[in-house]
């Protein structure tokens, strides 16, 4: 089983950026699709990026298109997920995992990482 540890959330002021980091703790060369997921104050978890085995390719959704960019080193067994354009609805809890989530080697959802876009 392959634990998650997400990092790299933080206080930044809208138009900034962060550089988030998803280190698991075995491999997941195995897992066709990772996935950076976020979760705001009273609203359900949603996915934000994917991202194929190889990296080759890559999907986002409409309201991060153009800022997010997620991209993954199999060798280090780390996701990123870079944003620019920092805007104060990006504020939440991000989430690396399976997409769809908890699927093997990865069993469950780290602890995530904050982040907090000011206007």
């Known amino acids: 089983q392959v634990q998650l540890v997400e990092s790299g959330g933080g206080l930044v002021q809208a138009g900034g950026s962060l550089r988030l980091s998803c280190a698991a703790s075995g491999s997941i060369y195995s897992v066709n699709v990772m996935g950076w997921y976020r979760q705001a104050p009273g609203n359900d978890r949603e996915l934000v990026a994917t991202i194929s085995r190889g990296g080759g390719t890559k999907s986002y959704r409409d309201f991060v298109k153009g800022r997010f960019a997620i991209s993954r080193d199999n060798a280090k067994n780390t996701v990123y997920l870079e944003m620019n354009s920092l805007k104060p609805e990006d504020t939440a809890v991000y989430y690396c995992?399976?997409?769809?989530?908890?699927?093997?080697?990865?069993?469950?959802w780290g602890q995530g990482t904050q982040v907090t876009v000011s206007s």
């Open positions: 995992n399976t997409d769809p989530p908890n699927i093997y080697p990865v069993r469950s």
